[in-house]
């Protein structure tokens, strides 16, 4: 059983500046499995800002879905900052978001791509161009998820106040 996510507290802060500014929100989503999305979501309200958004566990689907280019993935991997950065640009473009959150990663028990547990990538695609934010988390499989989300929901709150 999954244990239930803790309160995300930048996210009703996140919810409110977007509001009023009348921009929305996307999400693409591998190692979180829906998490970040819940984590949105789970705040009154959040229709407002939130489109959707696609949790593209498997490396077809985000080459199929979102538009990550094969060629990308082949090069790169999916544990990339070049991953993260298309992913969240192709939710961005599928939904027509002005905002995007996208993580892949490492969550565990197993490396995958010969990157360890805990590595972790952040994509945030917005009208002033797409970062991705390399993390290297401590913890077991569900504390990796949980922080990810937690430092995704930070990377936009941080993006919106500069």
């Keep these: 059983m ?8 930048p996210v009703p ?7 009023g500014r009348q921009q929305t929100l996307s999400v693409a989503e591998s190692l979180t499995g829906g998490r970040l999305a819940a984590a949105v979501t789970a705040v009154p309200g959040a229709s407002a800002v939130f489109l959707g958004g696609v949790v593209s ?14 060629s990308l993935v082949e090069q790169h991997g999916v544990v ?20 995007a959150l996208s993580t892949t990663g490492v969550a565990g028990p ?8 805990g590595t972790v990538f952040v994509g945030l695609a917005g009208p002033d161009g797409v ?16 922080e990810t989300v937690r430092r995704a929901v930070a990377s936009l709150v941080g993006r919106l106040d500069d």
């Design 2 to 9: 999954i244990a239930p996510m803790p309160q995300v507290s």
């Design 13 to 19: 802060e996140l919810l409110d500046v977007l509001r």
């Design 57 to 70: 566990y498997a490396t077809d689907l985000k080459v199929r879905l979102l538009g990550v280019p094969a």
């Design 80 to 99: 990339s900052a070049e991953c993260a950065r298309a992913m969240a640009t192709g939710v961005r473009d599928l939904t027509g978001s002005t905002y």
């Design 110 to 117: 197993d490396s995958q791509e010969g990157h360890p547990v």
């Design 131 to 146: 970062v991705a934010e390399s993390l290297v988390l401590p913890g077991d499989r569900l504390q990796v998820v949980d």
